[in-house]
Nanobody, 126 residues
Framework: QVQLVESGGELVQAGGSLRLSCVAS??????????MAWFRQAPGKEREFVAA???????YYATSVKGRFAISRDNAQNMVYLQMNSLKFEDTAVYYC??????????????????WGQGTQVTVSS
């Protein structure tokens, strides 16, 4: 019933930019009651936290992307975005959007989220 659909992943050169989008549907509660977040998973590695946004404006970023990525949301359209600038080869991964209701101390934990999209591939070439 719940669906999260990511889009925007592409092949891009190092130093370039991409904007990922995610639209949610079928959530049992209002969109503004959830923390929305992005995680990523590279081949052979664990899924890792990238960015999160609580309603209305509180944002959180992994150290590796702070200053380069920006997360935003549009509650009226049930969407969350990830603007990625100054991309590096090590940003290559499948990017997943997700929702949950974590406390702040757990906001970077994959276990704190319970609805996930299928992911969109981002590939950064050197």
């Amino acid at each position: 019933q719940v669906q999260l659909v990511e889009s925007g992943g592409e092949l891009v050169q190092a130093g370039g930019s991409l904007r990922l989008s995610c639209v949610a549907s079928g959530l049992p509660s209002s969109t503004n009651s959830y923390t929305m977040a992005w995680f990523r998973q590279a081949p052979g590695k664990e899924r890792e936290f990238v960015a999160a946004i609580r309603n209305p404006t509180n944002t959180y970023y992994a150290t590796s992307v702070k200053g380069r990525f920006a997360i935003s949301r549009d509650n009226a359209q049930n969407m969350v975005y990830l603007q990625m600038n100054s991309l590096k080869f090590e940003d290559t991964a499948v990017y997943y959007c997700t929702v949950g209701r974590p406390i702040v101390s757990s906001i970077t934990s994959v276990d704190a989220y319970y609805h996930w999209g299928q992911g969109t591939q981002v590939t950064v070439s050197s």
